[in-house]
């Protein structure tokens, strides 16, 4: 079976530092995989998406980035913190036309 | 317009009423119709999905879709304390799924 993993669970950092969120899937081969962003009162928001290794799309303009080194590995970073990069990082990976498989997410706050 | 509009809530309703979540779109491409459940603190779960118009039963689960009105709905009937969660509509678009902000359902005992 399919098992999607993150980490950390928690972070807190401070404005300026840099990022670095890991998400790996198992159990699939070629997924496409995405990353999400939630923060009070925003919902879901798609922040990266990608169909293959280095095929990345960005959704929404910011200072992050991602990236996709291997079939199954996503990574989500930044060089330097904002404030309003604080919320709840999800990853997921496509099963489908209407399935997604989200991993455990990270709550990061930037202080 | 957004492409997809939910109410956020929080809707608190007695345990064993029937709720009703709703969600609009504006996008008649749209094809598949779907709905989350998002507990506190953890990643959405897939709950029902439905293709086109009409409807789909899960035990106590009912996911309706108007295409005319552009109007999904899920229905949850005898609602328990463990349906407390965040309902999340959403759609397909291309590789996308466009969710919409979520529900926050309280189930009061």
């Known amino acids: 079976s399919q098992t999607i993993h993150q980490w950390p669970a928690t972070l807190v950092q401070p404005v300026g530092s840099p990022l670095s969120l890991e998400c790996t899937v198992e159990g699939t081969s070629n997924p496409n995989l995405y990353w999400y962003r939630q923060a009070a009162g925003r919902g879901l928001q798609l922040l990266f998406y990608?169909?293959?290794?280095?095929?990345i799309s960005s959704e929404v303009p910011q200072n992050l980035s991602a990236s996709r080194p291997q079939d199954r590995q996503f990574i989500l970073s930044s060089k330097k913190l904002l404030l309003s990069d604080s919320g709840f990082y999800l990853c997921a990976w496509g099963g489908g036309t209407y399935e997604q498989y989200f991993g455990p997410g990270t709550r990061l706050t930037v202080t | 317009q957004k492409e997809v509009e939910q109410d956020p809530g929080p809707l608190s309703v007695p345990e064993g009423a029937i709720v009703s979540l709703n969600c609009t779109y504006s996008?008649?491409?749209?094809?598949?119709f779907m709905w989350y459940r998002q507990y506190s603190r953890k990643g959405p779960e897939l709950l029902m999905y439905?293709?086109?118009?009409g409807n789909k039963e899960d035990g106590r689960f009912t996911a309706q879709v108007d295409k005319s009105s552009k109007y999904i709905s899920l229905f949850i009937r005898d609602s328990q304390p463990s349906d407390s969660a965040t309902y999340l509509c959403?759609?397909?678009?291309?590789?996308?799924?466009?969710f919409g902000k979520g529900t926050r359902l309280h189930i009061l005992p």
């Open positions: 990608s169909v293959g290794i280095g095929q």
């Open positions: 439905t293709y086109s118009s």
């Open positions: 959403a759609m397909n678009r291309d590789d996308k799924i466009i």
């Open positions: 996008n008649s491409a749209f094809q598949y």
